[in-house]
Every structure is written in structure tokens, then in C-alpha cells.
């Protein structure tokens, strides 16, 4: 039986990447523009623009890979809200976060829910430093795989005010 992310889910991970509506350049370093709910690549040009709906749809393409590998990779003993957090653990973080070898990954694959609970809040870091931000999330994906709709769990990640 193969899984797919809910909307529930899906309108998660969109609130952490936020719609922009014009591409853009995050940062000068980047190749590519921005659009969307985070769509970066070629495929973005100066000038384009996007519609909200438009946005989703890039969104749900875009996560699809992420999707996949958590439905080749998590166990079945995971429900909907907590297969919808390790969907966006990878596609936020990437699949290195949920490779075999690491304890997350050990955890997913044999739904290990406990385990996988105090695994969530510990990606906080970019390049080895910690941010807020990039916390906020994790407690945010924390409440989403304790089953909280995606509103109640954003705003529960962004209230967090330090590391």
C-alpha cells in the first residue's frame, strides 16, 4: 500500500517555507531563483510569477521524492500525522537524516515512536551551528507527529523564543 503525505501535512511544511509569489534569489550565492513554497531551480526565471494554487502544486511535486523514500523507508506502525512529520524531516532536512545508519533512521524504520519523539527536536542545526529557526520547525514537526493540525503545530513551533 503505498502512503502519500495528507493536506494536513502538506499545508505544514508549506507554512515553514512560506509563499512567495515572485522568484527570487535567497541568497547571493545561490544558482538558481526561488519561487513558490520554496521551488528552486532552473526552471525559475527573473520575472516569473506564481498563484497560490499554482505554488501548491509545485510544492506537492517538489515533496514527492521525499515521499517516496518514507514510504519505502518508514514502518507501518506509524500513523498519518507522524508518516506526514518524517515527510517533512526529509524533504527539510534531506535523506542523509534518515539513512540507515542513523539513529533517526533506525528509529523510522522500525517504528520506534518514542525514539523517533526525542530524535525530532534535535535538527536545529545548518552547517553544524544551531538556529532558531530551524528549531522552531523541529518542535513544529514534533507537534505534528504528535497529531496536531498543521496551524496548531506551526504555531507551537513558532513560539519557541530560544535554542
Not at 506537492?60 to 521525499?66: G, K, L, N, R
Not at 523507508?73 to 527539510?92: E, G, P, R, T, V
Not at 532536512?93 to 530524535?119: C, S, W, Y
Request: proline fraction near 3%; glycine fraction near 10%.
Amino acid at each position: 500500500m503505498k502512503r502519500t503525505i495528507s493536506n494536513n501535512g502538506l499545508k505544514f511544511t508549506a507554512a515553514w517555507e512560506q509563499l512567495k509569489t515572485k522568484a527570487y534569489r535567497a541568497t547571493s550565492q545561490e544558482e538558481y531563483l526561488t519561487i513558490g513554497f520554496g521551488h528552486y531551480g532552473p526552471d525559475v526565471k527573473p520575472g516569473d510569477t506564481i498563484t497560490e494554487d499554482g505554488a501548491y502544486n509545485l510544492l506537492s511535486q517538489d515533496m514527492d521524492e521525499a515521499v517516496k523514500l518514507a514510504d519505502s523507508i518508514a514502518s507501518y506502525k506509524f500513523n498519518q500525522a507522524q508518516f506526514d512529520a518524517i515527510c517533512d524531516l526529509i524533504f527539510n532536512v534531506g535523506p542523509k537524516a534518515v539513512a540507515a545508519g542513523t539513529g533517526t533512521g533506525q528509529a523510522i524504520r522500525a517504528g520506534d515512536v518514542e525514539t523517533l519523539r526525542t530524535k525530532l527536536p534535535q535538527f536545529r542545526n545548518q552547517l553544524g551551528k544551531p538556529y532558531l529557526g530551524i528549531y522552531r520547525r523541529a518542535i513544529g514537526r514534533l507537534a505534528l507527529f504528535d497529531g496536531k493540525t498543521w496551524s496548531e503545530a506551526e504555531r507551537i513551533g513558532r513560539e519557541v523564543k530560544s535554542l
